[in-house]
Nanobody
Framework: QVQLVESGGGLVQAGRSLTLSCAASGRIFSLNAMGWYRQAPGKQRELVATITHVGTTNYADSVKGRFTISRDNAKNTVYLQMNSLKPEDTAVYYC???????????WGQGTQVTVSS
């Protein structure tokens, strides 16, 4: 019973930056990973970045060096700072919360990120 509310999506020009936010509420287990996945038109959903409650991060190769994931445990909020955006970053970005000791995997509603050339 976790709810994820996303914000920050929009339309940006290639080379610019955008930051996404996702606030979690409800029955949240302390040991968890929060992260971002994306789905581009005609493609499968893919991992972008994840971060655990102790700060361990994981990034897709395609975004390493450009995107930074962070979290505020007191606010149950995860952020994705996206720099040097490319048109190929265009996708619906979904927030995810995964309990590390088992439980229900939760997803946000998705937010559109469009990068124009």
């Amino acid at each position: 019973q976790v709810q994820l509310v996303e914000s920050g999506g929009g339309l940006v020009q290639a080379g610019r930056s955008l930051t996404l936010s996702c606030a979690a509420s409800g029955r949240i287990f302390s040991l968890n990973a929060m992260g971002w996945y994306r789905q581009a038109p005609g493609k499968q959903r893919e991992l972008v970045a994840t971060i655990t409650h102790v700060g361990t991060t994981n990034y897709a190769d395609s975004v390493k060096g450009r995107f930074t994931i962070s979290r505020d445990n007191a606010k149950n909020t995860v952020y994705l700072q996206m720099n040097s955006l490319k048109p190929e970053d265009t996708a619906v970005y979904y927030c995810n919360l995964r309990p590390l000791l088992g439980g229900t995997n939760s997803w946000g509603q998705g937010t559109q990120v469009t990068v124009s050339s």
